[in-house]
């Protein structure tokens, strides 16, 4: 092989795009944190400051509760022994229930009956002041100050709506650790006030629990009666229709068969015997016309044949012994010779006559079929004609049955109702577990340390949040705009696809055929659109994708992309798999190959035999079966050889493909780069460092001009979302992953 100059692919180029200075490391969050630590300081502060001023402005607040607990032991025994039937709260229902308990019509009823409208000190007056109308109060007065209008106060007339305002927003009403149990609390700077609405509110709902119970079971029964006797006029109507359409139609039968169908049944019988005989006499009669000899195997017991077989074994042994004595010329031996052959012709005539018999059996079978199969013919003709009468027979009947069972169900259950009702008592689902009593410890000692802490750690993170948006400290590239600035190139994104389905068809290119409305298929397009763009102008066939390390993905790129030329053009593609140290491109789309870029080195005319054609996909692909790591890869890309290679690819296809080892860990790309007209560079999303992508550009900034696209793969679509919220929730939702069926 020829010799290999390093220096020719490193020549400078006439212009380049400008790489931008490498982001922040995360290994400097240290260092801003020490640079910006006053303004943690300085939030931790505000924030403990806003905390002691919040809760040294709050009143004492006591609150006081209550436990209800929701037991349906007693009430389904009452169910299962016809005792009541009452509905029973399951545990998914008890979540309702603290909707049902904090609903204003109980409310309402424990205002009327505390006559809290009436308490100035409960619905509020010119002396009692909350914290939040005191912050608005100094609001307005700093307002007016500066000038302006003092904002108007919305006031309620009617004292039951502000009661009921007031009420609600202390009320709590929750579901305890175990899910029967609800908690029931009201807080209030009057203890006392607070245990006494706590336990209206608990016997109110118990009154109207026990009231909903009765009005609904006296609606039940009646709603049930109804049905009764609208079910009983049915049955009725559906059995007189029965009787009128068999009288009309002249069905008669026993059971739900009629007479045509029992004659049908035994005519099927009889149908089945005759073919089976008939078909045991044609197998006799073929057997006997291939080999007339066999008719002895289904006449073994004839008398006159076995009687001449016998006769034919006797001359055998005479034959035998006189032979023995005489000579087989003597005129006795003759004489028997002859005699056994006259046996042999009888037998043989037996054998005939006995196979004639077998045909006549087969048409006497096939004729008693024939009979048979006539008159099941015209019964079944008989069964046709009344077919629709009896379908339409059955039918009725069916609708009778079934009204007549509805209604004996429904006749059971007003029974059963009407003996319940005549028991006035209803117990509730639910007990009582403790009620509530004035509290004498303040809710807000208890919150005082938690807001101080919650306080610090708000401002704490506060502050820190604000040093971070001063900072940029992630070192990896997360937006396209990251990789344009650091790069100077063109950039577009591939999100990640979460997906198992949509993982294996991305690994093999057959997403872009089976998801064509994604997001991940529309930038494939846009990638198409450059290089499409790149051959117009300058004529280039030959695309080569790259990366800085491994694992970035340019496999699934350089596979998917070839994919989507072949799919969604005329355009012939051809892809290599160029990188000899791991193959992945190979151990995807061709892993059964034996022969392919090696071999195509060695012989670069015969390029076509040693390329795997993938119809599915409309692209050929020249795999890399090596089966070990090659060491003199470099000096294979390198030589005349792999030139030539190249130039029968251009000659043969519309765009060839391929795929090089990462510029990071090895030199190959190099002797690949001056076969290439045009490059896509793939970047991992979070992981790749922006100093490795600006040291391999670098190095190779004789291919900046021949950049096409970088591809920042493998994006979290949540993080997309979030990056790209600018673009509003149109854009987002424009794309579907719908499967193309």
Not at 199 to 222: E, F, H, P, Q, R
Not at 409 to 428: C, E, I, K, W, Y
């Amino acid at each position: 092989m020829a010799s290999i100059d390093y220096n020719q692919v490193t020549d400078g180029a006439a212009h380049q795009p400008a790489i931008g200075p490498v982001q922040p490391e995360v290994s400097d969050l240290v260092g801003i944190a020490r640079r910006g630590w006053l303004f943690i300081v300085a939030g931790m502060t505000f924030g403990l400051v806003c905390a002691l001023v919040a809760s040294s402005t709050m009143p004492p607040v006591y609150k006081a509760s209550s436990r209800i607990v929701f037991e349906k032991t007693l009430p389904r025994y009452m169910q299962t022994n016809k005792v009541s039937n009452e509905p029973i709260i399951d545990d998914y229902d008890t979540l309702g229930q603290t909707y049902v308990i904090s609903s204003e019509s109980i409310l309402l009823q424990v205002i009327r009956s505390l006559s809290l409208a009436n308490d100035p000190n409960f619905v509020g007056g010119k002396d009692s002041q909350t914290l939040g109308s005191r912050v608005r109060g100094l609001f307005g007065n700093i307002t007016e100050a500066f000038g302006y209008p003092k904002p108007v106060e919305s006031k309620l007339d009617d004292p039951e709506k502000i009661a009921l305002g007031n009420l609600v927003r202390d009320l709590s009403v929750s579901r305890e650790d175990v899910a029967s149990v609800i908690s029931v609390a009201f807080s209030s700077n009057d203890p006392a006030r607070a245990a006494a609405i706590v336990n209206a509110i608990v016997d109110c709902y118990v009154n109207d629990t026990i009231a909903s119970k009765m009005k609904s079971t006296a609606v039940a029964g009646k709603v049930v009666q109804e049905r009764a006797e609208e079910l009983k006029q049915q049955a009725k109507d559906a059995e007189r229709a029965v009787l009128e359409y068999k009288m009309a139609n002249n069905l008669v039968g026993t059971g739900t068969t009629t007479l045509s169908g029992e004659q049908l049944a035994t005519l099927q019988t009889h149908m089945t015997n005759a073919r089976v005989a008939m078909a045991e006499a044609k197998a006799r009669m073929e057997r006997i016309a291939k080999d007339p000899d066999a008719s002895a195997l289904f006449a073994p017991d004839n008398e006159l044949i076995s009687r001449m077989r016998s006769e034919l074994l006797d001359l055998s042994v005479r034959a035998k012994d006189i032979e023995g004595r005489v000579g087989k010329d003597h005129l006795a031996v003759v004489k028997v010779h002859k005699r056994m052959e006259e046996v042999r012709e009888a037998i043989a005539t037996e054998q005939k006559r006995v196979a004639g018999t077998f045909g006549k059996n087969y048409e006497l079978a096939r004729a008693q079929y024939d009979e048979l199969s006539a008159a099941m013919s015209r019964t079944m003709g008989e069964e046709g004609a009344n077919g629709d009468a009896k379908a339409r027979m059955r039918e009725l009947e069916s609708a009778a049955e079934t009204l007549r069972s509805l209604y004996n169900q429904t006749l059971q259950q007003f029974s059963q109702m009407n003996r319940v009702d005549a028991q006035p008592a209803f117990t509730p689902d639910f007990r009582v577990l403790m009620r509530a009593s004035p509290p004498t410890q303040t809710e807000s000692s208890k919150k005082r340390w938690l807001i101080l802490a919650g306080g610090s750690m708000i401002g704490l993170l506060l502050g820190a949040a604000f040093v971070l948006a001063r900072n940029f400290p992630f070192g990896v590239f997360r937006t396209a705009q990251q990789v344009t600035h650091a790069t100077g190139l063109t950039c577009v994104v591939l999100p990640e696809l979460p997906g198992a389905d949509e993982q294996a068809s991305l690994r093999t290119g057959e997403y872009a055929l089976n998801w064509p409305y994604s997001r991940f298929s529309q930038t494939l397009r846009s990638i198409w659109a450059t290089i499409n763009i790149a051959q117009r102008e300058t004529g280039s066939k030959v695309v080569c994708v790259v990366s800085s390390s491994p694992g970035e993905g340019k496999t699934t790129v350089a596979i998917n992309l070839a994919a989507h030329f072949g799919l969604h053009s005329n355009t012939r593609v051809l892809v290599i798999d160029a990188d000899f140290h791991r193959q992945s491109l190979t151990n995807r789309v061709a892993p059964d190959a034996t022969i392919g870029f090696i071999e195509a080195l060695e012989e670069p005319r015969a390029l076509a035999k040693f390329i795997v054609r993938k119809e599915r996909l409309n692209m050929d692909v020249l795999p890399c079966p090596a089966s070990e790591r090659l060491a003199n890869a470099a000096e294979l890309l390198g030589t005349k050889e792999m030139e030539q290679l190249i130039e029968v690819a251009r000659e043969s296809y519309d765009l060839v493909i391929i795929e090089a080892p990462p510029m990071a860990a090895v030199v190959d790309y190099k002797m690949i780069a001056r076969h290439c007209s045009g490059f896509v560079f793939v970047i991992e999303w979070g992981k790749t460092s922006q100093r490795l992508v600006r040291e391999c550009l670098s190095d190779a900034s004789v291919l900046l001009d021949r950049v096409h696209c970088v591809v920042l793969n493998k994006v979290d679509p949540t993080a997309l979302r979030s990056i790209e919220h600018y673009k509003g929730n149109g854009f987002q939702n424009y794309y579907t992953d719908q499967k193309r069926v």
